[in-house]
């Protein structure tokens, strides 16, 4: 895969990258190599990196989830990336801020997400955990932002749009998405403030 972007320092400077980089590599993979191979750059800390990342047209960037890989985030080119530690005070900064989307499952408790990206699935290491067995460990990921993305994660049960299974979906307004469970309920994304 190639990605065009411009990376922005901490200290405000910016130049164009190429990335070029097998579709599985991950975004922490990614942005240590950037956060190394940057002469301009301030040392690479021996600590987890990943890239905040502003696509043309979004009002402010977003954290990337550093385990995605390349081929699953949304990022493209003509992004503005930066480099964050995610170890750092304020890295969860992103998610601050109002609701814009809410994950609903029947008989278990609603998770309001404001912007960020967030993996869903029964392992604790989750963002949002489900208990529920036919939940993958990591079954899908939502990307909270200017838009909502649900991107299914290869689980077993897959993402269910209109009657049919998708591996990608953009949410919008007040639809929804659903994923199979046994109590046949249903993880609704809707935006809006």
């Given at each position: 895969?190639?990605l065009?972007a411009?990376?922005?320092?901490?200290?405000?400077?910016?130049?164009d990258?190429?990335v070029?980089?097998?579709?599985?590599?991950?975004?922490?993979?990614?942005?240590g190599?950037?956060?190394?191979?940057?002469?301009?750059?301030?040392?690479?800390?021996?600590?987890?990196?990943?890239?905040?990342?502003?696509?043309?047209g979004?009002?402010?960037?977003?954290a990337?989830p550093p385990?995605?890989?390349?081929?699953?985030?949304w990022?493209?080119?003509g992004a503005?990336?930066a480099?964050?530690d995610?170890?750092?005070?304020g890295?969860?900064a992103?998610?601050?801020?109002?609701?814009?989307?809410?994950?609903?499952?029947?008989?278990?408790?609603?998770?309001?997400l404001?912007?960020?990206?967030?993996?869903?699935g029964?392992s604790?290491?989750?963002?949002v955990?489900?208990d529920?067995?036919?939940?993958?460990?990591?079954?899908?990921r939502v990307?909270?932002?200017?838009?909502?993305?649900?991107?299914d994660l290869?689980s077993?049960?897959?993402l269910v749009?209109?009657?049919?299974?998708?591996?990608?979906?953009?949410v919008e307004g007040?639809?929804?998405?659903?994923?199979?469970?046994?109590?046949s309920?249903?993880?609704?994304?809707?935006?809006?403030?």
């Amino acid at each position: 895969m190639r990605l065009k972007a411009t990376l922005h320092r901490p200290e405000g400077t910016q130049d164009d990258i190429v990335v070029t980089a097998d579709a599985g590599a991950t975004i922490g993979e990614i942005a240590g190599t950037i956060a190394r191979v940057d002469p301009r750059g301030p040392a690479a800390p021996d600590r987890p990196l990943t890239l905040l990342a502003q696509l043309p047209g979004q009002e402010r960037p977003a954290a990337l989830p550093p385990d995605a890989a390349l081929g699953e985030a949304w990022i493209g080119s003509g992004a503005v990336v930066a480099v964050v530690d995610r170890e750092l005070p304020g890295f969860d900064a992103p998610r601050a801020g109002h609701v814009r989307a809410a994950v609903r499952v029947e008989g278990q408790p609603v998770h309001e997400l404001s912007e960020g990206s967030y993996v869903v699935g029964r392992s604790p290491e989750c963002d949002v955990v489900l208990d529920d067995p036919l939940v993958s460990k990591r079954h899908l990921r939502v990307d909270v932002g200017d838009t909502v993305d649900v991107v299914d994660l290869g689980s077993a049960n897959g993402l269910v749009v209109d009657g049919g299974h998708v591996s990608r979906v953009r949410v919008e307004g007040r639809s929804g998405c659903s994923s199979a469970t046994r109590r046949s309920s249903s993880s609704g994304v809707p935006t809006g403030s």
